[in-house]
């Protein structure tokens, strides 16, 4: 039997809640392991029919902006290094992946348009490559609470994520997909 998918966003949350501290100390773990499992969470909790069409949200437009700009502020050093020594800001982050960045992605990607949804993946990528280049080549600590070599760890771990969703995501494009044609069946014409 498989178990309801908001127990398994409640078990989710509860393993980055109990791992904190060691999730935490490495910026790799804290970056590229919690975050995203907390930001899974709200799509866990998202129903699959995402509710019904209404014009505020033409498109997702609204919602994938909610969840763009939650993603830009945790991707703010500061927000990082104010998650390390403020209870109020860990608290933030638990509360606003799951339902600032989660939720609404799952809500915006299911309305959005194929063509924007490419556009977002082009950007995904582009931007985590950026960013490992920032983080492998800033000559200082951008994260004031990890050391530069945890830095330059993390950029190249936005490195490989970036190199392996651009398989992931082209991969399907040179998977020939074969249909079968029906023929269509000659009767005997009448005469």
């Keep these: 039997m498989k178990p309801p998918s908001y127990l398994v966003a409640i078990l989710v949350v509860g393993f980055c809640f109990a791992l904190r501290i060691p999730l935490e100390a490495d910026p790799v773990s804290h970056i590229l392991v919690q975050l995203p499992l907390l930001a899974w969470s709200g799509v866990l909790i998202t129903p699959n029919g995402t509710g019904r069409r209404s014009e505020w949200n033409r498109g997702g437009v609204a919602t994938l902006l909610v969840a763009f700009f939650t993603i830009i502020f945790w991707m703010l050093p500061r927000s990082i290094d104010a998650v390390l020594s403020s209870p109020t800001m860990e608290l933030a982050k638990f509360i606003t992946l799951p339902f600032g960045v989660g939720a609404p992605l799952a809500i915006g990607w299911a ?7 490419g556009i977002i993946k082009a950007e995904v990528v582009s931007m985590l490559g950026v960013l490992a280049f920032l ?3 800033a000559p200082v600590r951008i994260c004031n609470a990890y050391l530069v070599s945890d830095q330059h760890r993390l950029g190249y771990g936005f490195l490989f994520l970036a190199l392996g969703l651009s398989v992931f995501w082209i991969a399907p494009l040179f998977i020939v997909h074969t249909k079968r044609a029906v023929m269509p069946t000659k009767t005997p014409a009448t005469a």
């Design 135 to 137: 983080y492998i080549h």
């Design 111 to 117: 309305r959005a348009h194929p063509l924007l949804r």
